[in-house]
């Protein structure tokens, strides 16, 4: 129980963001804030995060670099996405290569709000990742299947049935 | 042969919690050396628990006994170490260890592993001499290859080798993954090939690792007990002095200097082997 709660590892990718909430998500591991004293760490490798960090919206370019990241995570895992762009575009919605928020090309558990987001407001989204991880950590020990999958399935099955 | 087997047990059973700590005190001092508070020094634990209860992501079957031949090998150049073995076999199996390491980084695609396993090669290469001049320096200051004669020695190692102490201090930054030497591997985020040498290893598989290298830190750190103690009961407790000091030394450098580049670990490596350790041992060649 409670495993990963005291370990969450983080990815910090930045779509098309205009640098400022990323300035402010790097901010949550300076001394003022310090993070890792929650035993976050800033990874650089998908492969060892549990929670994946976007900030800015989606553009033509960035859309696999999202998706794969996203595919390479290890279960549980959970999305946040940081800042108005990260959740519809933002400033940046009517340019001709934004596509829209995060939410276009992977599942988003949970929105930051600001332009630029606080870092208050980002630790107080990953405190909310973490239990959710957990949620999905219980999810998948009680029914074999990841919490994510199943929701997919189940996403897709209603869309047969309404068509 | 029942005290081998017994000091071994103890290695086995005990080095994970030392090693665990230790590497958790280090991200508390460091996080002190930089002006922030710092987690908890049970991080360490929490993270492999973290990591053992997660997906693994097997990229091949191969990778996966390798890392467990690399966690198998460390565990035998520790056990092979604390029963007081012969410190040649110690360092060879030390070496196998790392092969198997390299090995399972190469078996997978991945550019940022492929180019980990190079730097760790190189790595290896600069201070597998002076591992060697290590031995050799035992050998001569107390007659035997044996650790457990080293240790029964009248005068401890040091006093016949300050010069190949240093310059086994000097690779000691390499072996722990230390800045300026951290270049297969980084503790420290954003390095430039992700996470080198462990780019492609996930959960359980990752965890291997980390236990591995609390074992491998446990029995480095003994090393340089090794130079200190003799027949004297003290020299026990100022052997555990000078570990401490050198384990906060070792994370001083790693918080006060930058990366470099291969090419300079390689020369500097060779050169402190060559002078001190060379030195070292031409000197005790003539006098003894
Ligand atoms: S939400 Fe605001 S601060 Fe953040 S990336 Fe978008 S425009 Fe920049």
Wanted: hydrophobic share 50%.
């Amino acid at each position: 129980m409670a495993k990963l709660k005291k370990s969450p590892w983080i990815i910090h990718y930045d779509g098309s963001s205009c640098n400022g909430c990323d300035i402010e998500v790097l901010a949550c591991l300076t001394p003022l804030y310090d993070v890792e004293r929650f035993g976050v760490i800033n990874t650089g490798n998908p492969k060892h995060a549990d929670i994946l960090l976007i900030t800015g919206g989606i553009n033509a370019q960035n859309k696999k670099v999202v998706e794969q990241i996203y595919q390479q995570m290890p279960e549980p895992k959970v999305v946040v996405a940081v800042g108005i762009c990260a959740y519809n575009g933002g400033i940046f919605k009517e340019c001709y290569n934004i596509l829209g928020g995060v939410d276009k090309v992977i599942p988003v558990d949970i929105y930051v709000p600001g332009c630029a987001a606080r870092p208050e407001s980002i630790i107080d989204g990953v405190v909310q990742a973490v239990d959710l991880l957990e949620m999905k950590q219980d999810y998948f020990e009680k029914n074999g299947i990841s919490y994510n999958k199943a929701m997919k399935n189940k996403n897709e099955s209603n869309k047969e049935n309404e068509s | 042969m029942l005290e081998v087997i017994l000091r071994g047990l103890v290695f086995i059973i005990a080095a994970p919690f030392v090693g665990g700590l230790l590497s958790g005190i280090d991200r508390k001092i460091t996080a002190r050396m930089q002006g922030r508070r710092g987690p908890s020094i049970f991080q360490s634990f929490y993270d492999v628990r973290k990591l053992l209860s997660k997906q693994v992501l097997i990229v091949n079957s191969l990778q996966h006994m390798l890392v467990w031949g690399f966690l198998i090998f460390v565990v035998f150049t520790g056990v092979l170490f604390f029963a007081g073995e012969d410190i040649l076999l110690v360092i060879f199996s030390l070496t196998t260890a790392v092969m198997f390491m390299v090995m399972a980084s190469y078996s997978v695609n991945s550019p940022f592993s492929a180019m980990g396993s190079q730097r760790e090669l190189i790595q290896m290469m600069s201070y597998e001499p002076m591992l060697l001049i290590s031995a050799v320096g035992f050998y001569m200051a107390t007659g035997t290859f044996n650790i457990k004669g080293i240790m029964q020695a009248n005068i401890p190692a040091i006093v016949y080798l300050p010069g190949v102490f240093a310059g086994f201090l000097y690779i000691l930054t390499v072996k722990l993954g230390k800045s300026p030497f951290d270049l297969s591997n980084s503790h420290h985020a954003h390095q430039e090939m992700v996470k080198g040498i462990t780019t492609e290893m996930s959960g359980s598989v990752f965890a291997l690792i980390e236990i591995a290298h609390w074992y491998e830190n446990v029995f480095l750190l003994g090393i340089v007990g090794l130079f200190i103690v003799s027949n004297q009961w003290w020299s026990w407790i100022i052997a555990g002095i000078v570990i401490l000091i050198t384990f906060f030394l070792e994370i001083l450098i790693d918080n006060t200097s930058a990366r470099v580049k291969w090419d300079v670990m390689l020369k500097t490596v060779w050169a402190i082997t060559l002078v001190v350790g060379g030195i070292n041992i031409f000197i005790l060649d003539i006098i003894r």
